[in-house]
């Protein structure tokens, strides 16, 4: 990932339709948890 995707969490979290988000973690690594594996 890169500035631009945190950009669009920032984004998406400060939109008034998502007010009722409330104790989450967000993962914002561009895919890179999906792609690992664990040995």
Known sequence: GNGADIARMVLF??????????????????????KMIYV
Do not use: R
């Open 13 to 34: 979290l400060l939109n008034p339709e998502n007010s009722f988000i409330t104790g989450q973690n967000f993962v914002v690594d561009g895919g890179m948890t999906k």
